[in-house]
């Protein structure tokens, strides 16, 4: 098996290369967009914990309890 050296790191030539026939295929536009939709989605994900997490924390024992909810409020 043939080997290239990038960056200090050993990759197969196979490998690289079925990347590469791959890659050209589709502008950078799309790959742009993926990530950007994909950093979008990460962000709506870790906005969308941070929202119930706060309203947890700022939700009193009695509201809780009401909602099913009997796990007792972490301090700190």
């Not at 950078?28 to 950093?39: C, Q, W």
Request: charged share 20%; hydrophobic share 40%; glycine share 10%.
């Amino acid at each position: 098996m043939d080997t290239t050296h990038q960056g200090g790191q050993v990759v197969p030539e196979s490998v690289t290369q079925a990347i590469e026939s791959y890659t050209p295929r589709g502008p950078a536009s799309v790959y742009l967009g993926l990530a950007v939709g994909a950093i979008a989605v990460l962000l709506w994900s870790l906005m969308g914990v941070y929202m119930e997490l706060t309203d947890y924390r700022a939700s009193s024992p009695a509201e809780r309890l009401r909602r099913g909810d009997f796990r007792p409020k972490r301090v700190g």
